[in-house]
């Protein structure tokens, strides 16, 4: 994933928290998941973060959100997966 400026990190997050994308000032995003997920959840999650990477955040700021509520665009980019899912099947 470096080709895409995307790296890959696992880290102790809080109990509500799967993951997270941050932009560094470089362009190269992160993207974090919690070291307790098991390999398929990571699996889900880093291919959510990516497909957020590619289609969202070219259009708009991210910004890391702490609260753990999600945003619309969390809501949207998860309904979208789940209707190409479901295309695809």
């Known amino acids: 994933m470096t080709a895409f400026k995307i790296r890959i990190r696992e880290g102790d ?3 509500d928290a799967l993951g997270f994308v941050y932009k560094r000032s470089d362009g190269c995003y992160f993207i ?3 070291k307790n997920l098991s390999p398929t959840v990571r699996e889900e999650i880093i291919n959510h973060k990516i497909f ?3 289609v969202y955040l070219p ?3 991210y910004t890391v959100g702490l609260n753990i ?3 619309s665009i ?5 309904a979208r ?8 099947d």
Do not use: G, Y
Not at 81 to 88: F, G, I, P
């Open 13 to 15: 997050l809080m109990a």
């Open 32 to 34: 974090v998941t919690d």
């Open 52 to 54: 957020q990477i590619l």
């Open 59 to 61: 259009k708009m700021p």
């Open 69 to 71: 509520i999600q945003s």
């Open 74 to 78: 969390e809501r949207q980019a998860f």
């Open 81 to 88: 997966e789940v209707a190409v899912s479901n295309e695809e």
